[in-house]
C-alpha cells in the first residue's frame, strides 16, 4: 500500500518539478543578421527584441555577419540596442564592418570569432566613393557617442582614484576618420579595423567564441537555458522592401505623376488607380510599424485636395496651391519621422534631413519623369497608343479651320491652356493665347494650327 501511495506521488509531482525546473532554465534570445543593414533588418531587430520582452528572456543575443549598409537603418537599431530593458550582446561570426560596426558597439558584450573583425566605418555613397565630410563628422560623433554610452571604470589604486572608459571613444572614431591616430595602435592617414585579438586587447572584445552556444556556455556562463530565436516572415521582408528609401523616393514620384495626369485627363481612371495603389504602399508599412500616424495621412490628403482645387476650380497658382504642396511634402516627410503627434522628443535634426531628403528626391523625379513622359505620350514605343497621333488634316480641312479666324465662340471647359470650345454649336480644341480661361468665358479666335484654334478672351 505505501509503494501505491509514493508512486502515485511521484507521478502528480512529475508536473510540478518539470515546471519548476523550466522555470529555472534562462532564456536566450537569439536574432540573426546576416545581410546588409536596412529597412528589413532593422525591421528584425525591432521585432526580435518585442519578442524577447515578451518571452521574459534574460538575454539578447545578436548573432551578426555584415559589412554594412544604411546609415539610418543602423542609427535606429543602435538606438534600440542600447535602451533595451534586456541586456544585448553581440557575437560577431567573421564581419563587422561599417554599420554592423556601430550596431556592435552599441551592444553591452561583444564576443568574436577567431578571425572576425570590425571597423572601417568610413560614410560611403552608392558608388563607393567616400563621402563629404559633414556625413563623415556626424558618424564620428555617433561612433563616440555609442562608445561613451558605456560608461567608465573606477580604478582605486592606494589614496588615487582613475577612471577609463569601457569602451574608448578614440577607438570609435578612429574607425570612421583615417586622421585620428590612437597611440600604439594606428597612425594618420589609416583607417581603424581591429581583428578579434585586438579587439579584445583594447576593449572592444570581451572573448574570443567559435560559436553562439561557445558564448552562452562558456563566455555567459549559462549552463541551463532556453535558445529562442526569431524567425522572419515574408510580410518583414516585404515591408523593408518597402520602407527601402529608393523605393519610397520612387512610390513618390508615381504618387506626383499619377496625380498630375488624372487632372491633365480627367476621369482617366488609370494614372488615379496608379497613384492611389503607390500612396497604399507608401503609407500601409509606416503605418503598421508606427511611424506614420493618422494625422499625417490626413495631412497629406487635404494637401491633394487643395492642389486639385487649385487646378480645377480656380486656375493659376496661388494661396491653394502652395498650401497643398506645402501640405503634401510635410505629411509625406513626417511619416517617415519616429514622432509621436506633435513630439519631437528624441528625433534628431539628421533624422528629419534623411527623411526630407528622400521625399525631395521622389518629387523631383516625379516631376521630371512628368514633363519627359507628357513629351512622349502618342510618339514613341508603347506610348504611341496612349494618346491619338492620327493626322486630322484630311478630316478637317484647312478652309473649314481657316474660316473660324475672327468668329466667337464660348469656352466648353477651362482653358489651362488647352481644353474645348464651341464656336457655331460644335466643339473645337482649343487653345488660350491669354493664359487661363475659365469656363463659360466668350472667346474669339485668332489662328489655327494642327487642328486646333487659338484664342483669346473677349
Request: proline content about 3%.
Amino acid at each position: 500500500m505505501k509503494n501505491k501511495v509514493l508512486i502515485i506521488s511521484i507521478i502528480l509531482f512529475i508536473p510540478v518539478f518539470l515546471k519548476i525546473y523550466a522555470e529555472d532554465k534562462s532564456v536566450v534570445y537569439q536574432i540573426d543578421i546576416k545581410k546588409e543593414i536596412n529597412r528589413t533588418t532593422q525591421i528584425y531587430l525591432k521585432k526580435g527584441l518585442e519578442e524577447a520582452e515578451e518571452l521574459n528572456a534574460d538575454v539578447v543575443l545578436i548573432h551578426l555577419n555584415t559589412y554594412g549598409g544604411l546609415l539610418d537603418a543602423a542609427d535606429t537599431m543602435r538606438t534600440a540596442i542600447l535602451y533595451s530593458p534586456i541586456p544585448v550582446y553581440v557575437f560577431i561570426d567573421n564581419n563587422a564592418a561599417s554599420a554592423g560596426a556601430l550596431i556592435s558597439i552599441a551592444c553591452e558584450k561583444i564576443y568574436m570569432r577567431k578571425g572576425a573583425s570590425i571597423g572601417a566605418a568610413t560614410v560611403v555613397g552608392q558608388t563607393g566613393e567616400q563621402m563629404p565630410d559633414k556625413y563623415q563628422s556626424y558618424m564620428r560623433a555617433m561612433m563616440r557617442a555609442t562608445a561613451e554610452a558605456h560608461g567608465k571604470d573606477t580604478i582605486i589604486n592606494g589614496s588615487d582614484t582613475t577612471y577609463k572608459w569601457i569602451r574608448d571613444p578614440l577607438i570609435a572614431e578612429a574607425m570612421v576618420d583615417d586622421r585620428t591616430v590612437v597611440p600604439n595602435l594606428i597612425d594618420s592617414g589609416k583607417t581603424l579595423t581591429l581583428t578579434a585579438e585586438e579587439a579584445v586587447q583594447w576593449g572592444y572584445c570581451e572573448g574570443i567564441a567559435e560559436s553562439v552556444d561557445d558564448v552562452i556556455e562558456n563566455h555567459l556562463n549559462i549552463r541551463e537555458y532556453t535558445l529562442e530565436s526569431y524567425q522572419p516572415t515574408w510580410l518583414d521582408n516585404l515591408m523593408g522592401f518597402l520602407m527601402n528609401p529608393i523605393f519610397q523616393s520612387l512610390l513618390i514620384m508615381i504618387i506626383i505623376g499619377g496625380i498630375y495626369f488624372e487632372l491633365q485627363t480627367p476621369g482617366a481612371a488609370f494614372p488615379a488607380a496608379l497613384a492611389l495603389i503607390a500612396a497604399i504602399l507608401y503609407f500601409a508599412p509606416l503605418y503598421i510599424e508606427g511611424l506614420a500616424a493618422n494625422w499625417e495621412i490626413v495631412l497629406f490628403v487635404i494637401g491633394l485636395i487643395l492642389i486639385a482645387f487649385e487646378v480645377l476650380v480656380i486656375p493659376g497658382f496661388g494661396v491653394a496651391g502652395v498650401l497643398g504642396t506645402l501640405c503634401v511634402v510635410v505629411g509625406l516627410t513626417l511619416a517617415l519621422i519616429n514622432n509621436i503627434n506633435f513630439d519631437f522628443e528624441g528625433v534628431s535634426g539628421a533624422e528629419i534631413g534623411r527623411s526630407l531628403v528622400v521625399v525631395l528626391i521622389g518629387l523631383t523625379l516625379g516631376f521630371g519623369g512628368m514633363f519627359w513622359l507628357s513629351s512622349r505620350i502618342g510618339t514613341k514605343g508603347v506610348l504611341r497608343e496612349m494618346a491619338l497621333v492620327t493626322d486630322l488634316e484630311g478630316t478637317v480641312s484647312s478652309p473649314i479651320m481657316s474660316s473660324l479666324i475672327g468668329k466667337y465662340g464660348v469656352t466648353a471647359t477651362v482653358l489651362r491652356p488647352s481644353g474645348k470650345v464651341i464656336i457655331d454649336g460644335e466643339y473645337f480644341d482649343g487653345v488660350s493665347e491669354s493664359g487661363f480661361i475659365d469656363k463659360g468665358v466668350n472667346v474669339s479666335v485668332i489662328r489655327y494650327e494642327n487642328t486646333q484654334i487659338y484664342v483669346v478672351a473677349t
